[in-house]
């Protein structure tokens, strides 16, 4: 186990609804990113925060948002669903931003929009 | 742009076999870092290891070894006498020096039978 939990594990949406999907990273870790992982796909990086700022984003539109808490837990925001949101999505953490850390994934929360 | 390609969608073997699951990357940066992760049907990535740009050393941990060639932009991995619990989808995976985003190969699943 890498210590990094998600929650919740599986969600069933309507397209157009929102949905939040929170993150507790390991233990020492200032850094959370997060990642779609369409059925069949490797795994896409949404965005990355870093002591609580946003510290990078790929190529997701606005309605995808995130928080990250003081104790770097942290918070994925979708708005307005659409059926092809529906995939794993993956939150990763790591001790520091540098490039070449190792990341420690958790378990993903698998999202399904109806 | 960083790019990350696994051709090989599926492999099957029979246990004790040895298999080479390739990758090959493309990068314009000088400093980057190459990784391998194992995603059992649970999904969580698992950390198999780490390679800088700079230490072209083969590596060999157990029952797998990882060739990393510069110049051919490729960093294989090898299962020797695979066994029925090596049964995964395999991501190999390319960071920049700066940040810790990953990019993603799609990925090869690989299914030992006994």
């Known amino acids: 186990e890498t210590g990094v939990t998600q929650s919740p594990t599986h969600l069933i949406k309507t397209r157009g609804q929102q949905v939040t999907l929170r993150c507790s990273s390991q233990?020492?870790?200032?850094?959370v990113s997060w990642y779609q992982q369409a059925l069949g796909q490797g795994p896409q990086f949404i965005f990355q925060?870093?002591?609580?700022?946003?510290?990078g984003r790929g190529n997701f539109p606005p309605r995808f948002s995130g928080l990250q808490f003081p104790n770097y837990s942290s918070e994925l925001n979708v708005n307005a669903l659409e059926l092809d949101d529906s995939a794993l999505y993956l939150c990763?953490?790591?001790?520091?931003?540098?490039?070449?850390?190792?990341?420690?994934f958790g378990q993903g929360t698998r999202l399904t929009v109806v | 742009a960083q790019k990350v390609t696994q051709a090989q969608t599926e492999i099957s073997v029979v246990e004790k076999e040895d298999v080479t699951l390739d990758c090959v990357y493309e990068?314009?940066?000088?400093?980057?870092?190459l990784f391998w992760y194992k995603q059992p049907p649970s999904g969580e990535l698992v950390f198999l290891i780490r390679?800088?740009?700079?230490?072209?050393q083969n590596e060999i941990s157990g029952r797998y070894s990882w060739n990393f060639q510069k110049s051919t932009s490729s960093f294989n991995f090898t299962i020797t006498a695979s066994q029925v619990v090596d049964s995964a989808v395999y991501f190999c995976?390319?960071?920049?020096?700066?940040?810790?985003?990953?990019?993603f190969g799609k990925g090869t699943t690989l299914s030992v039978s006994s």
């Open positions: 925060y870093y002591r609580e700022e946003e510290n």
């Open positions: 233990s020492g870790h200032n850094t």
């Open positions: 990068t314009r940066d000088t400093t980057y870092y």
């Open positions: 990763a953490s790591t001790p520091d931003r540098a490039g070449g850390t190792e990341a420690f």
């Open positions: 995976a390319l960071s920049g020096r700066a940040g810790t985003a990953l990019i």
């Open positions: 390679r800088n740009s700079f230490d072209e």
